[in-house]
Nanobody, 124 residues
């Protein structure tokens, strides 16, 4: 497993932007697929975006497609989530996840390493 620490969350007005970062340590991060999930109060954790180990392939939930971009810098052992045109319904705790794998992964059960989460709040 790899250790993950998220940062970059905060309070933003609707239409604004935030960039989340997920710093990995403990293993060779370039061997790991990574993803972002989110969990709103009273709801299940849901998939947001995923990226394969090289960064060449990405996939997104329909609810964020065209607004969010996942990327990674393996030299810095970091995965990013750029969030633009934020909406109040994007309010949630955002979690970074990783697993040693070649392809991207899209369900919570696919991942075995998780960060502690970072709060994103979008006001209307």
């Amino acid at each position: 497993q790899v250790q993950l620490v998220e940062s970059g969350g905060g309070l933003v007005q609707a239409g604004g932007s935030l960039r989340l970062s997920c710093a990995a340590s403990g293993r060779t991060f370039s061997n790991y697929a990574a993803g972002w999930f989110r969990q709103a109060p009273g709801k299940e954790r849901e998939f947001v975006a995923a990226i394969n180990l090289s960064g060449s392939t990405t996939t997104y939930a329909d609810s964020v497609k065209g607004r969010f971009t996942i990327s990674r810098d393996n030299a810095r052992n970091t995965v990013y989530l750029q969030m633009n045109n934020l909406k109040p319904e994007d309010t949630a705790v955002y979690y970074c996840a990783a697993r040693r794998a070649t392809l991207y992964l899209v369900t919570t059960l696919d991942y075995d390493s998780w960060g502690q989460g970072t709060q994103v709040t979008v006001s209307s």
